[in-house]
């Protein structure tokens, strides 16, 4: 198994910019997470889909944050209009089922200028 | 609001040293807390605990967690340069099985 995808590895904006991660989780995993890092403020969790449904968006920051499942093999997080404190590293995991434990992505380091 | 507070922020030890990490949580109806090691790039998973007392082993690393004060430590015995990272805990409840993550735990092993 490829384990979860992310792209791209790396990406630097100018503020204002419209930003689109994607996110691969493993196969037969229904359960798919959004995670932002920061060194002020660790591993915050920003949405959660099971079986494609988002179950809790209670941590997007704002209304320029949006994120989709379409369907069981692929997620996007977009941020429209990007901003300069938007910088971080955004991680997609997935799981098998509740209760089981998460397997990350590689992660993307967004860069806002 | 589900929590989980971890302890110290950062550490600075010896190659042969003995850490313990410490992880408290808030959540509603407990399931389960995990923790993950932090390299470079992603988690990656160490343990899972569901049950009070119940040791977790894996080398030199072990686990336990006490769910009546809400609490789980992570030790590392004869600590090498190749365990500094970051160690993240995190804990998922049945209130919304989210898996919410502490700010981990920094920490620098010097040879």
């Known amino acids: 198994d490829a384990g979860v995808i992310q792209s791209p590895r790396h990406e630097v904006t100018e503020m204002g910019q419209e930003v689109t991660l994607r996110c691969k989780p493993i196969?037969?995993?229904?359960?798919l997470f959004w995670y932002r890092q920061t060194m002020m403020r660790g591993l915050e969790l920003l949405i959660y889909?099971?079986?494609?449904?988002?179950?809790?968006d209670s941590g997007m920051p704002e209304d320029r944050f949006s994120a989709k499942m379409p369907n069981a093999s692929f997620s996007t997080l977009k941020i429209q209009p990007s901003e300069p404190r938007d910088s971080a590293v955004y991680f997609c995991?997935?799981?098998?089922?509740?209760?089981?434990?998460?397997?990350f992505g590689s992660g993307t380091q967004l860069s806002v200028l | 609001e589900d929590k989980v507070v971890q302890s110290p922020l950062s550490l600075v030890v010896h190659e042969g040293d003995t850490v313990t990490l410490n992880c408290s949580y808030e959540?509603?109806?407990?399931?389960?807390l995990l923790w993950y090691k932090q390299e470079k790039k992603a988690p990656t998973f160490l343990f899972m605990l569901?049950?009070?007392?119940i040791e977790k082993k894996s080398g030199r690393l072990s686990s336990i967690l006490d769910k009546k004060e809400l609490f789980s430590i992570l030790n590392i015995t004869a600590t090498q340069t190749g365990d500094s990272a970051i160690y993240l805990c995190?804990?998922?409840?049945?209130?919304?099985?989210?898996?919410?993550f502490g700010a981990g735990t920094r920490l620098f092993v010097k040879a």
């Open positions: 995991a997935s799981r098998r089922d509740r209760g089981e434990k998460l397997f």
């Open positions: 196969s037969g995993h229904n359960s």
């Open positions: 889909f099971n079986n494609n449904v988002p179950i809790d």
């Open positions: 959540v509603t109806n407990f399931r389960s």
């Open positions: 569901t049950s009070s007392g």
């Open positions: 995190a804990v998922e409840g049945t209130g919304g099985f989210k898996t919410i």
